[in-house]
């Protein structure tokens, strides 16, 4: 979608909510992030005295009973959704409700690319961390949906003369790690999962992202009710541009991981410019050519 076409509102964040209240169980890209996370935290030499968890309690779950005992020490959960937060804290991460400093470990678990302000976020998270706390975001990154997204602008277009927002606009590669620097990170880091999911048909798609509460909450959506012949004409496009060999429909998921710690002054520092010892052309052992 192009940048002149996003409200300021990109999302409804209410509308989020409630379609996070019945979210299924059954979220198997929230079981591949839990798996990521505790690999990531096992290669971290240290405990967490204090770690915050944001994402569905299913996540949370599966994370821990990967982890040793005492890594996580003392644990809060929490979760847009006051439903799926249960007993744990209800938080907005538009709007925080935890003071500065109290953690030294924040986790979100696919729920920053539904947030309006994702730099407001990100710098509130920042704020709740302690001096050289960690922190481990994963959200859905520009590829994820891009056969759908393709196949609902060719049908809208075929059957309406004309396109709507349909697929949330969504941070890529660069975007994340300039966010992290911008937001006041150390250390930052992005990489990224691509997942490809093969479906018996582009209907059984419609289902699961239904089921993972991902389907359409943009502001700027078209009040129209989703007729049967637009789904159908969907579907149609997706089975002939984005089938396998097998007949399976293709669906491609980009998990973005942001990695970045709270400023500490004993914390490593890239050596300035001109600084280094040793020449590259001896490292490698090859002949210098000087410009």
Known sequence: MAADQISPTVFNRDLIKRRRAKMGDDHFLLARCADDCADRLLDVNRDFENALIMGNPQFAQ????????????????????AKLAGDAVFADEEALPFEAGRFDLVISALGLHHVNDL???????????KPDGLFLG???????????????????????????????PMVDFTQGAALLQRTGFALPVVDTDKVTVNYANPMRLFTDLKSMAETNALSARSSKPVSKRFLTRTAKLYAEHFSNAAGKAVATFEILWLTGW??????????????????LADALGVKETKL
Not at 62 to 70: D, I, K, R, S, V
Not at 119 to 129: F, S
Not at 142 to 157: C, F, I, M, N, V
Not at 262 to 279: I, V
Request: charged share 20%; proline share 8%; net charge positive.
């Open 62 to 81: 599966a994370l821990l009973a990967q982890l040793p005992a005492g890594k996580i020490k003392a644990l809060t959960l929490a979760d847009f959704s």
């Open 119 to 129: 730099p407001g976020a990100l710098v509130q998270i920042n704020r709740a961390l």
């Open 138 to 168: 994963a959200l859905f990154g520009g590829a994820t949906l891009s056969e759908l997204r393709q196949s609902l602008y060719g049908a809208e277009d075929a059957l309406y003369g004309g396109i709507t927002p349909r697929v949330s």
């Open 262 to 279: 709270a400023k500490h002054p004993d914390q490593q520092k890239p050596l300035k410019p001109g600084s280094a010892k040793t020449r």
